[in-house]
C-alpha cells in the first residue's frame, strides 16, 4: 500500500524559514515525480512544486525564488524548503506523487504551516 | 500558466439524478506525446483529494462508472449519471500538461 506520511509544519514568524518532509513507503520511490500542492483550509488547491525521477524540477511563480524541492532516493523522501515566509503561505501542504505522466494519483494527509507573527 | 475554470462553483443535486461539471482551459492541453494529461479529483470534507480520472476519461481503479469524464483539447466534463450520498464534496480538475500544474477553483457538488 502506498503511504505518504508528511512532517514538519507549525507555526513561524513571516520572514523565517520551514522545512517539510514525506516519507514515502510502498512503492519504488525513484520512478515517480513527486509534487507539492497546498491548500488554504475550505479553499481550492495550488500546486506549489514538482520534481520528475530524473530531477527536472518545476516551481509556481508564487513560491519561485524562496521555495526548493528536493529528493532523497535512499531515504525515500521528499523535501521542501521553505524560506522567506509569508502570511499568504499560511496552509495545509500536502506530498503527492504520480501513478502515470501528468496525473497525481496518491496524496499524504497534508501538513499544516502557519506564517503568523 | 493554463489558467483552468471550473463552471459552476455550486451544484445541488437531487439523490438519483444527474450531474455535470464543466472545466475549461487556457490554452490547449494536448501534450506532444499526443495525449492529454487533465484530471479529475473528488475531496470529502477533512479529506485529501482522491485522484478520480486522468487523461481526461480514463477512471481509476475503483472508481464507480457512475463517474464519466470526457473532452477534448480546452473544453471538458465530468459526469455522475445517478448522484449518490457519499458523491457529496468538492471536485477538482487539474491538467497536468503543462509545468506549472494547475487547478480548477473546485465546485461543490450537495444533495438538495
Known amino acids: 500500500e502506498v503511504q505518504l506520511v508528511e512532517s514538519g509544519g507549525g507555526l513561524v514568524q513571516p520572514g523565517r524559514s520551514l522545512r517539510l518532509s514525506c516519507a514515502g513507503s510502498g512503492f519504488t520511490f525513484d520512478e515517480n515525480a513527486m509534487h507539492w500542492v497546498r491548500q488554504v483550509p475550505g479553499k481550492g488547491l495550488e500546486w506549489v512544486a514538482g520534481?520528475?525521477?530524473?530531477?527536472?524540477?518545476g516551481y509556481a511563480d508564487s513560491v519561485r525564488g524562496r521555495f526548493i524541492i528536493s529528493r532523497d532516493n535512499v531515504k525515500n523522501s521528499l523535501y521542501l524548503q521553505m524560506n522567506s515566509l509569508r502570511p499568504e503561505d499560511t496552509a495545509l501542504y500536502y506530498c503527492?506523487?504520480?501513478?502515470?505522466?501528468?496525473?497525481?494519483?496518491?496524496w499524504g494527509q497534508g501538513t499544516l504551516v502557519t506564517v503568523s507573527s | 500558466d493554463a489558467v483552468m475554470t471550473q463552471s459552476p462553483l455550486s451544484l445541488p443535486v437531487t439523490l438519483g439524478q444527474p450531474a455535470s461539471i464543466s472545466c475549461r482551459s487556457s490554452q490547449s492541453l494536448v501534450y506532444s506525446d499526443g495525449n492529454t494529461y487533465l484530471n479529475w479529483f473528488h475531496q470529502r470534507p477533512g479529506q485529501s483529494p482522491r485522484h478520480l480520472i486522468y487523461?481526461?476519461?480514463k477512471r481509476d481503479s475503483g472508481v464507480p462508472d457512475r463517474f464519466s469524464g470526457s473532452g477534448s483539447g480546452t473544453d471538458f466534463t465530468l459526469r455522475i449519471s445517478r448522484v449518490e450520498a457519499e458523491d457529496v464534496g468538492v471536485y477538482f480538475c487539474?491538467?497536468?500538461?503543462?509545468?506549472?500544474?494547475?487547478f480548477g477553483q473546485g465546485t461543490k457538488l450537495e444533495i438538495k
Open positions: 520534481i520528475l525521477w530524473h530531477g527536472w524540477i
Open positions: 487539474m491538467q497536468g500538461t503543462h509545468w506549472p500544474y494547475t
Open positions: 487523461e481526461v476519461s
Open positions: 503527492g506523487k504520480d501513478m502515470r505522466p501528468g496525473d497525481l494519483y496518491s
